[in-house]
Protein backbone atom coordinates (compact mmCIF):
# COMPACT_ATOMS: atom_id res chain seq x y z
CA UNK A 1 0.00 0.00 0.00
CA UNK A 2 1.50 3.38 -1.08
CA UNK A 3 0.66 6.08 1.33
CA UNK A 4 2.79 8.66 -0.93
CA UNK A 5 2.14 8.57 -4.49
CA UNK A 6 3.91 10.71 -7.52
CA UNK A 7 1.86 9.71 -10.52
CA UNK A 8 4.34 10.79 -13.01
CA UNK A 9 7.49 9.32 -13.69
CA UNK A 10 9.10 11.75 -15.77
CA UNK A 11 8.51 15.08 -16.58
CA UNK A 12 10.40 17.15 -19.25
CA UNK A 13 10.02 20.76 -19.58
CA UNK A 14 11.81 23.96 -21.70
CA UNK A 15 14.41 25.92 -20.01
CA UNK A 16 12.55 29.26 -18.18
CA UNK A 17 9.49 27.26 -17.85
CA UNK A 18 7.47 26.43 -15.12
CA UNK A 19 8.19 22.88 -14.23
CA UNK A 20 4.81 21.25 -11.78
CA UNK A 21 5.73 18.25 -10.29
CA UNK A 22 2.74 16.29 -8.52
CA UNK A 23 2.39 14.07 -5.43
CA UNK A 24 -0.70 12.62 -3.85
CA UNK A 25 -0.64 11.18 -0.27
CA UNK A 26 -3.27 8.55 1.27
CA UNK A 27 -2.76 8.39 5.03
CA UNK A 28 -4.86 11.63 6.80
CA UNK A 29 -2.01 11.23 9.65
CA UNK A 30 0.61 13.01 7.76
CA UNK A 31 0.78 16.76 8.92
CA UNK A 32 4.64 17.57 7.32
CA UNK A 33 5.53 17.06 4.25
CA UNK A 34 8.72 17.66 2.56
CA UNK A 35 10.56 17.64 -1.48
CA UNK A 36 14.22 15.97 -1.85
CA UNK A 37 16.06 16.30 -4.93
CA UNK A 38 18.97 13.43 -6.27
CA UNK A 39 21.53 13.41 -8.61
CA UNK A 40 22.55 10.52 -10.20
CA UNK A 41 24.99 8.62 -8.01
CA UNK A 42 24.38 11.21 -5.31
CA UNK A 43 22.02 10.45 -1.94
CA UNK A 44 19.03 12.87 -2.19
CA UNK A 45 19.52 16.18 -0.53
CA UNK A 46 16.50 18.59 1.12
CA UNK A 47 15.03 21.06 -1.03
CA UNK A 48 11.76 22.09 0.92
CA UNK A 49 8.99 21.72 3.18
CA UNK A 50 5.62 22.81 3.95
CA UNK A 51 3.77 21.81 7.53
CA UNK A 52 -0.06 21.25 7.98
CA UNK A 53 -0.86 24.47 8.87
CA UNK A 54 0.10 25.96 5.74
CA UNK A 55 -1.29 25.64 2.18
CA UNK A 56 1.98 27.61 0.75
CA UNK A 57 6.19 27.88 1.31
CA UNK A 58 8.44 29.45 -0.97
CA UNK A 59 11.57 29.57 -1.46
CA UNK A 60 13.66 31.35 -4.25
CA UNK A 61 12.42 29.43 -6.86
CA UNK A 62 10.87 27.10 -5.50
CA UNK A 63 7.14 26.99 -3.99
CA UNK A 64 5.19 24.20 -2.48
CA UNK A 65 1.77 23.94 -2.45
CA UNK A 66 -0.46 21.57 -0.36
CA UNK A 67 -4.07 21.02 -0.89
CA UNK A 68 -5.23 19.15 2.45
CA UNK A 69 -8.62 18.45 1.45
CA UNK A 70 -7.50 16.63 -1.81
CA UNK A 71 -4.46 14.88 0.27
CA UNK A 72 -2.57 17.08 -2.79
CA UNK A 73 0.93 18.82 -3.09
CA UNK A 74 2.69 20.34 -5.63
CA UNK A 75 6.24 21.46 -6.06
CA UNK A 76 6.85 24.95 -8.81
CA UNK A 77 9.93 25.68 -9.99
CA UNK A 78 10.09 28.61 -12.09
CA UNK A 79 11.85 29.22 -13.91
CA UNK A 80 13.32 26.06 -14.71
CA UNK A 81 17.14 25.78 -15.12
CA UNK A 82 18.91 22.49 -17.03
CA UNK A 83 21.26 21.55 -13.56
CA UNK A 84 17.49 21.18 -11.87
CA UNK A 85 17.26 18.17 -13.84
CA UNK A 86 17.36 15.29 -11.24
CA UNK A 87 14.79 12.74 -9.94
CA UNK A 88 12.37 14.52 -7.57
CA UNK A 89 10.90 12.68 -4.28
CA UNK A 90 7.66 13.91 -2.51
CA UNK A 91 8.41 12.32 1.49
CA UNK A 92 5.63 13.05 4.41
CA UNK A 93 5.97 12.03 8.14
CA UNK A 94 3.48 12.80 11.02
CA UNK A 95 5.39 15.58 12.95
CA UNK A 96 2.36 15.54 15.88
CA UNK A 97 3.04 11.61 16.61
CA UNK A 98 6.05 9.98 18.51
CA UNK A 99 7.47 8.58 14.62
CA UNK A 100 8.39 12.21 12.96
CA UNK A 101 11.27 10.61 12.13
CA UNK A 102 9.77 8.89 9.86
CA UNK A 103 9.56 9.75 6.61
CA UNK A 104 7.41 8.02 3.45
CA UNK A 105 8.86 8.85 0.56
CA UNK A 106 7.21 8.16 -3.08
CA UNK A 107 8.92 6.94 -6.06
CA UNK A 108 10.30 9.88 -7.58
CA UNK A 109 9.73 11.84 -10.91
CA UNK A 110 12.35 12.36 -13.33
CA UNK A 111 12.77 15.96 -14.17
CA UNK A 112 13.95 17.22 -16.95
CA UNK A 113 15.21 20.84 -17.89
CA UNK A 114 16.11 20.85 -22.03
CA UNK A 115 18.56 24.05 -22.61
CA UNK B 1 31.85 18.99 7.16
CA UNK B 2 32.45 16.45 4.88
CA UNK B 3 28.71 14.99 5.09
CA UNK B 4 27.48 11.57 5.62
CA UNK B 5 30.34 9.29 4.44
CA UNK B 6 29.15 5.62 3.15
CA UNK B 7 31.67 3.04 2.20
CA UNK B 8 31.86 1.28 0.22
CA UNK B 9 30.34 2.61 -2.69
CA UNK B 10 29.47 -0.35 -4.98
CA UNK B 11 29.67 -4.10 -3.71
CA UNK B 12 29.44 -6.46 -5.41
CA UNK B 13 29.03 -10.33 -4.12
CA UNK B 14 28.15 -13.70 -4.55
CA UNK B 15 24.99 -15.06 -3.19
CA UNK B 16 25.68 -16.70 0.85
CA UNK B 17 28.48 -14.00 1.19
CA UNK B 18 28.35 -12.02 4.44
CA UNK B 19 27.95 -7.91 3.00
CA UNK B 20 28.69 -5.07 5.65
CA UNK B 21 28.13 -1.48 4.72
CA UNK B 22 29.83 1.40 6.83
CA UNK B 23 28.19 5.31 7.10
CA UNK B 24 30.08 7.82 9.07
CA UNK B 25 27.27 10.76 10.12
CA UNK B 26 27.84 14.46 10.18
CA UNK B 27 29.16 15.30 13.31
CA UNK B 28 27.36 16.28 15.88
CA UNK B 29 23.54 14.81 14.17
CA UNK B 30 22.08 12.55 16.79
CA UNK B 31 20.04 10.57 14.28
CA UNK B 32 20.68 8.22 11.76
CA UNK B 33 18.99 6.27 9.11
CA UNK B 34 19.24 3.19 6.99
CA UNK B 35 17.34 3.33 4.36
CA UNK B 36 17.15 0.87 0.60
CA UNK B 37 16.08 1.90 -2.50
CA UNK B 38 14.56 -0.42 -5.36
CA UNK B 39 12.72 0.01 -8.83
CA UNK B 40 9.59 -1.67 -6.88
CA UNK B 41 9.44 -0.14 -3.36
CA UNK B 42 11.39 2.94 -4.20
CA UNK B 43 13.25 4.86 -0.60
CA UNK B 44 12.30 2.19 2.42
CA UNK B 45 13.12 3.19 6.22
CA UNK B 46 15.20 0.39 7.28
CA UNK B 47 16.03 1.37 10.84
CA UNK B 48 16.19 4.32 13.18
CA UNK B 49 19.11 5.03 15.29
CA UNK B 50 18.55 7.89 17.98
CA UNK B 51 22.27 8.76 20.40
CA UNK B 52 23.88 5.20 19.18
CA UNK B 53 20.31 3.28 20.52
CA UNK B 54 17.76 1.50 17.86
CA UNK B 55 14.59 3.33 17.93
CA UNK B 56 12.66 1.77 15.17
CA UNK B 57 13.78 -1.31 12.88
CA UNK B 58 10.70 -2.52 12.10
CA UNK B 59 11.60 -1.72 8.30
CA UNK B 60 14.31 -4.22 8.80
CA UNK B 61 13.39 -6.90 6.21
CA UNK B 62 14.37 -10.37 7.88
CA UNK B 63 16.75 -11.89 10.57
CA UNK B 64 19.55 -11.84 7.71
CA UNK B 65 20.02 -7.81 8.11
CA UNK B 66 21.29 -6.18 11.40
CA UNK B 67 22.60 -2.70 12.24
CA UNK B 68 25.06 -1.58 14.64
CA UNK B 69 26.00 1.82 15.91
CA UNK B 70 28.69 1.49 18.42
CA UNK B 71 29.78 5.28 19.02
CA UNK B 72 28.12 8.61 17.83
CA UNK B 73 30.66 8.44 14.47
CA UNK B 74 30.16 4.66 12.84
CA UNK B 75 26.95 2.49 11.64
CA UNK B 76 27.45 -0.39 10.70
CA UNK B 77 24.41 -2.80 8.09
CA UNK B 78 25.03 -6.03 7.46
CA UNK B 79 23.17 -8.63 5.87
CA UNK B 80 24.41 -12.13 6.57
CA UNK B 81 23.87 -14.42 4.33
CA UNK B 82 23.35 -12.29 1.17
CA UNK B 83 20.85 -13.22 -1.65
CA UNK B 84 20.32 -11.76 -4.73
CA UNK B 85 17.29 -9.88 -3.93
CA UNK B 86 18.80 -7.55 -1.89
CA UNK B 87 20.61 -6.09 -4.76
CA UNK B 88 19.47 -2.30 -4.25
CA UNK B 89 21.26 1.43 -3.26
CA UNK B 90 21.24 1.33 0.21
CA UNK B 91 21.45 4.95 1.97
CA UNK B 92 22.52 6.09 5.39
CA UNK B 93 21.33 9.52 6.62
CA UNK B 94 21.89 11.72 9.78
CA UNK B 95 20.24 14.36 11.16
CA UNK B 96 20.46 17.06 14.11
CA UNK B 97 17.61 17.70 16.66
CA UNK B 98 15.16 18.41 13.88
CA UNK B 99 14.50 14.94 12.72
CA UNK B 100 12.71 16.21 9.22
CA UNK B 101 15.80 17.17 7.76
CA UNK B 102 17.76 14.69 7.42
CA UNK B 103 21.46 14.48 5.08
CA UNK B 104 21.61 11.74 3.03
CA UNK B 105 24.85 9.95 1.93
CA UNK B 106 25.93 8.90 -1.67
CA UNK B 107 24.94 5.47 -1.25
CA UNK B 108 26.21 2.15 -1.22
CA UNK B 109 25.25 -0.21 -4.43
CA UNK B 110 24.64 -3.84 -3.62
CA UNK B 111 24.70 -5.94 -6.07
CA UNK B 112 24.32 -9.46 -4.97
CA UNK B 113 24.87 -12.46 -7.96
Known amino acids: DQQVKQNSPSLSVQEGRISILNCDYTNSMFDYFLWYKKYPAEGPTFLISISSIKDKNEDGRFTVFLNKSAKHLSLHIVPSQPGDSAVYFCAASVWSGGSNYKLTFGKGTLLTVNP | DAGVIQSPRHEVTEMGQEVTLRCKPISGHNSLFWYRQTMMRGLELLIY????????DSGMPEDRFSAKMPNASFSTLKIQPSEPRDSAVYFC???????????FGPGTRLTVL
Open chain 2, 93 to 103: ASSPSDPEEQF
Open chain 2, 49 to 56: FNNNVPID
